[in-house]
């Protein structure tokens, strides 16, 4: 907890003693990459800062997040080339931001709030890691803190969502009673619960119904290792009227199986087989995506593999198998 103490202040000192600063996160980002971007800039402003927020493309805000204030966003070629001070959430490595990373690489400080135990310390400044946390958005609360920043209404439902995602709605184990704390904070500062829980979890086009119907139907169940795994084709999400940014929750869509100890959804893309793991505790998902160059944490993890999805489904069967 010390070394985490020193890194907040070190991150506020950098943050508080620029003018400006360029948020960003991972491409493709989720609701704890993107609210915990979003909170910082809208803080910030309100601190009389000036701050954006930009990720690498595809630059598209994913529907389920399109509710936030979004307005600190800007497309990646208006990002400032070289930031006076840049603040990354939820990458722990230069090629997590796709065409950004020569921003990050040009920047006079770069400062990384992250929670994942892969980030390694070899990319940033100032380092906020701490993967004992729930989500970035509880790290960048302690930020916001460290800063002495207001937590406004805007800026708490930026953090609300970044923690209710990252957390399943409070009910992974990473949920502690200091996550609660904080959450009971945000609510007090103005946060609609059911705005967040509406957009993010009851709110799919209908396309999303034609994509999970068919994946659903290939789920295999290995029951020897408690395995449940389907997969998902380029032609199943041309045709059915969704994007790929709409279909996030499948893979809790199959997880939900009883026997389900491990699950693993497949999607296909122009990079190779993208690859979602879900565990209930007993096995570590976030050492087998390590192992083939992902990551995440013990009972949520990905990673990309080019290969057949048969050679795919061999590295997990491994993996579990230990």
């Known amino acids: 907890m010390a070394d985490l103490t020193q890194s907040l202040r070190k991150a506020a000192e950098a943050i508080a003693g620029a003018k400006s600063l360029a948020i960003s996160c991972h491409v493709s980002p989720d609701g704890d990459a993107l609210g915990s971007a979003l909170a910082l800039a809208h803080a910030a402003r309100g601190a009389g800062h000036e701050a954006v927020v930009s990720f690498g493309e595809p630059f598209r805000v994913p529907g389920t997040l399109q509710f936030l204030d979004t307005s600190p966003l800007v497309p990646p070629d208006l990002f400032p080339a070289a930031p006076e001070c840049m603040v ?117 086009p209908f396309g999303y119904l034609r994509v999970a119907s068919l994946m659903l139907a290939r789920a295999t169940l290995e029951a020897d290792l408690g395995l449940v795994w389907s997969w998902v084709e380029e032609a199943d999400v041309a045709g059915s009227g969704a994007a790929w940014a709409d279909l996030d929750g499948l893979i809790d869509d199959l997880r939900i199986a009883r026997e389900a100890g491990v699950a693993a959804l497949l999607k296909e893309t122009s990079q190779g087989w993208k690859v979602s793991l879900r565990s209930r505790g007993a096995a570590d998902v976030g050492a087998i995506a390590e192992a083939n160059g992902g990551g995440g944490h013990h009972n949520a993890a990905g990673f990309t593999l080019v290969a057949e999805p048969a050679a795919v489904l061999d590295v997990i069967r491994k993996g579990l198998r230990g």
Request: glycine share 10%; with cysteine.
């Open 88 to 204: 990354v959430f939820d990458a722990g490595s230069a090629d997590r931001l796709g065409e950004l990373a020569a921003s990050a690489a040009a920047a006079r400080v770069l400062v990384v709030v992250d929670h994942h135990k892969s980030t390694s310390g070899e990319f940033g400044d100032v380092l906020v890691v701490d993967p004992t946390a729930a989500a970035s958005g509880q790290l960048t609360v302690a930020l916001l803190d460290a800063l002495g920043w207001e937590i406004d209404t805007v800026t708490a439902q930026c953090l609300m969502t970044a923690i209710v995602t990252d957390t399943g709605r409070f009910q992974y184990s990473a949920t502690t009673g200091e996550v609660l704390r904080i959450a009971g904070r945000l609510v007090d500062a103005g946060v609609r619960p059911e705005v967040i829980g509406q957009a993010v979890y009851e709110a799919v």
